[in-house]
Structure formats: C-alpha cells, structure tokens
C-alpha cells in the first residue's frame, strides 16, 4: 500500500462538458489546472445515457445488455408492468474496485450508483443514492456508518424531492450533499489510508434537473435574469473548490480521473408516448381516464394491445407479442416485421410544428453483445433526448412541457466528460478523441499492470 492513494476518481453525475471545457474553464481552476497537465475530452456514454446503468457499465467495461439493466427500473418477468430497481445485487460482473480489491488494493467507494445494498471490498464503502435510509446497512463494515455520524450531522443520501418548486431548499440541500460527500472522502482517505479511492458527487445532477431554466436561453421556460440564473455556474465553482482541498490530500504522485456518466442539455418537452400508442392503434384501454395518470395494467385492453411504453429520459417500447408475454396479441411470426414498422414509424414521428421530432430508435439487439433480463424491444431517445418519455394516459394530448414526476428542467446528453491526470505520464492538455465509458476500465487496469476480466468490453485509451 502506498503511503497517499495511487488513484482518486472523481464522478461528477452529469457534468456537461461544454461548461467544464468552454464556458466555465477560467472559474475552476482545480479542473483547469488537471486538463492542462493531463489529457481530457468527451466520454461518449452508454446507450441509454442515464445514472442506472452507466456507472457499473463504465466501472465494468460491460453494456446494459450484458449487465440485464436496462434503467432504474426493470422488468422482472414477462408479465405487465412489473418493475424492480436495479441494485448492487443486479450487478453480476466485477467492477474496479472488486478488482483492485482482489490484487491487494486497499479500495475506498463512496456514493458510486449501484451500490446498495453494500458489498465487502478491501477497505470501505459507502452506498448509493438508492439506500433507502441510514437506518438501514448502507455501509462496509458496518461499524463505517457511526463513523460518518460523527464525522457529519444527518448524512443525506441524496436532495430529498429534488423535483420541487421550492428552489431555494433543494440548492441549500444540495449544497449541504456537496459538502458531505467531499467531508466523507477526506476522512476515508485519512482513517483508511485507500490505495484508491472513488466517489460521484450527485449535486451536479440534481442541480441540472432542478435550476437549468433559470440559466440557458435555449430553454423554451427560459426567463433572463432569473433571481437563481448564476446558481449553476456558483455550484460549479464550488465543486472545483472541493475538488481542489480533496487533492491537498492526496501526495504529488497521485493520479486524478475527473468523469462524468453523461452530459446535460435543456428538455424541450415530452412525448406522451402512451398518447401516441394510442393515436397509432397500437394500445387499447379499456376506459380512457378523465386525467392525466399513471398507466396501469388493469387500463389495458391486453388482447388489442401490441405496444405500451413507460416513462423516463428515454423511451422505453414494449412490445405484446404470443407464446411470450401472458395475452400477446402479436403473432411471433410477426414479431421482428412488427417491430421494425413500429421503429419507423417513431422515427418518422413530427412534433408540435409538424416537423420531424428527430427521434433515434434502437433494438437491444443494434446495442448489445448480449441481451440479458428482459429488455424493452425498442430504445427510443425523442428529439436525441431534447425530449423526454412521459408514460401516463389520460392527458388528451401528444406534447406536454410539464413532467409527470415532478418540475424537471434538464435532460441528459449522450457525451459526457473525462480529464486524467497521471503525474507519471503528464498529458500536457492533450484533447483525446473517440472515448467511450466502456474504455475507463480496461485503461485503468492496464495502466497499473492488471489483467482485466475477459470478456470486457472497449479499448485502452492513449492518455
């Protein structure tokens, strides 16, 4: 074990590139400081670009279909619309720090997405934002948990309700993650002494899905000069802060990956896909409600039904097909003729202007080496993720600028960000072209002399 840790990974959920790289750069000195002594660039994400799966598909070097986790949510069997949140138990395949942990590295994971329930490393671990609460098990060992009670009051797991018109409380909130997040690493690595340690600081997210309006002109809810229109920015700067007293910690000999899962960019709107299923004769209910709700199973006419969809930052089609789910009505001769019509049909979709939305669709099938689980039979990204899947019934409308889960400003991007930093093998502001989040891994491995698990998925980055 070295005496300051060989490797620090800092995930920024969600950061956008073109603020860290362009608009930004001159007011966080901390990250400007590691691109111009490293190598950084765009990460180009998984397919779909969302937290769940993408951390354990960068950590892993596997895609979402050899994974079987497809979003937060997942079908569990062929029956309707039973979902179950993808946890630490959907993870079958070993990531970093079960890795590293394995050669004798003392590891340190604080707040990594696909965590919980916590799994023994060598060293410490703190779970993810979907620990239900600290009165659970939520950390490794155990006996960690009383130790960040003393080391910050009421440790949150994440911004509670963080889509919520009271703006100025989930700043403060996230803010307060922030601080907690960066505390908790700075005491790991002084109790644990980790050869590695990796965190996600989740603010960034929260505050893009939160206060993204208030800031960019592109927003179609854009209002100049909003009373919280630097909030964005300021936070930013904070981090970089953190960042920098984090690093005072570390020796000169430490290498730094800053990354983020996916980038940001402002949400147009959504596609009430379930409206449009309907419009297209693809789903049939049995009663139309009088409101806006939740699609349930029991509205659904099951043996006029060919298609439904579920709701989220992407699209999710699933598909009735005979001999698989329990009242397909699709003939499974039918079932890849049917498919691609529907996929065409989505591409062809207009929004509001009549125009075409440009939406993309894929089958698991274009994406994966593998289909494990049930995955939906066709991924949709709506305007390429200008828009997002909003699942309910009812709203007697195709277009929606209101999200059904609460007030959301922002959409995720398809490339997120990278910078390294290796003190060892100093970059000098190299830009790095064509980087994947199936490439974290293998190039971690290979630049410690570590074998990677066969099987794994990209290739060894020249940073």
């Not at 598909?57 to 979402?64: A, E, I």
């Not at 569990?76 to 720090?97: E, K, N």
């Not at 730094?256 to 789903?283: F, K, T």
């Not at 502001?429 to 974290?440: C, F, N, R, S």
Request: charged letters at 20%; proline letters at 7%.
């Amino acid at each position: 074990m070295s005496v300051s840790p060989r490797l620090v990974i800092i995930g920024l959920d969600c950061a956008e590139p073109s603020l860290v790289f362009e608009q930004w750069r001159a007011d966080l000195p901390n990250l400007a400081r590691l691109m111009q002594q490293g190598t950084y660039g765009l990460l180009e994400s998984c397919i779909p670009a969302i937290t769940v799966p993408a951390w354990s598909c960068m950590m892993s070097g596997r895609d979402p279909g050899e994974l079987g986790i497809y979003g937060f949510r997942n079908r569990t069997d062929r029956g309707y619309q039973r979902l179950s949140i993808a946890d630490s138990r959907s993870v079958r395949v070993p990531r970093l720090w079960d890795i590293l942990s394995a050669t004798d590295w003392r590891v340190a994971v604080l707040s990594v997405p696909g965590t919980f329930p916590p799994r023994p490393v060598n060293g410490a671990l703190v779970s993810c934002f979907l620990t239900p609460s600290t009165q659970v098990e939520y950390t490794y060992p155990p006996a960690l948990a009383q130790q960040i009670a003393s080391w910050v009051s009421d440790y949150l797991l994440d911004v509670p309700h963080f889509r919520s018109e009271d703006k100025e409380r989930v700043l403060h909130d996230i803010y307060i993650l922030c601080d907690q997040r960066f505390t908790v690493a700075e005491h790991l690595l002084t109790h644990y002494e980790p050869d590695m340690l990796m965190l996600v600081e989740m603010g960034v997210d929260r505050i893009h899905h939160a206060l993204w309006k208030q800031m960019d002109p592109r927003h179609p809810k854009y209002v100049p000069n909003a009373p919280l229109h630097e909030a964005i920015h300021d936070y930013y700067c904070h981090v970089d802060k953190r960042i920098g007293e984090l690093l005072q910690h570390c020796g000169t000999e430490t290498t730094v990956l800053v990354v983020s899962d996916h980038g940001a960019r402002p949400l147009m709107g959504g596609v009430c896909i379930n409206e449009w299923l309907q419009a297209e004769g693809y789903l049939t209910l049995r009663q139309q409600p009088c409101t806006a709700s939740r699609l349930e199973s029991d509205f659904i006419d099951w043996a006029h039904t060919k298609a439904w969809g579920e709701g989220g930052y992407y699209g999710r089609i699933f598909m009735n097909v005979g001999g698989r789910e329990p009242e397909g009505c699709i003939p499974l001769g039918d079932y890849q003729r049917e498919r691609n019509t529907l996929a065409e049909r989505l591409r062809a979709m207009p929004g509001p202007d009549g125009q075409a939305l440009g939406n993309r669709v894929f089958t698991p099938q274009q994406l994966y080496r593998s289909v494990r689980g049930i995955p939906p039979d066709l991924i949709v990204y709506f305007g390429d993720l200008a828009w997002r899947s909003v699942g309910t019934v009812g709203g007697n409308e195709l277009y929606t600028a209101e999200n059904d889960t609460g007030p959301d400003d922002a959409n995720h991007a398809q490339y997120g960000m990278f910078i390294f930093h290796d003190p060892h093998h100093p970059g000098n502001g190299k830009w790095l072209e064509g980087a994947q989040i199936y490439d974290v891994l293998p190039t971690l491995l290979q630049r410690y002399g570590i074998e990677a698990p066969k099987g794994v998925r990209g290739k060894v980055l020249a940073m």
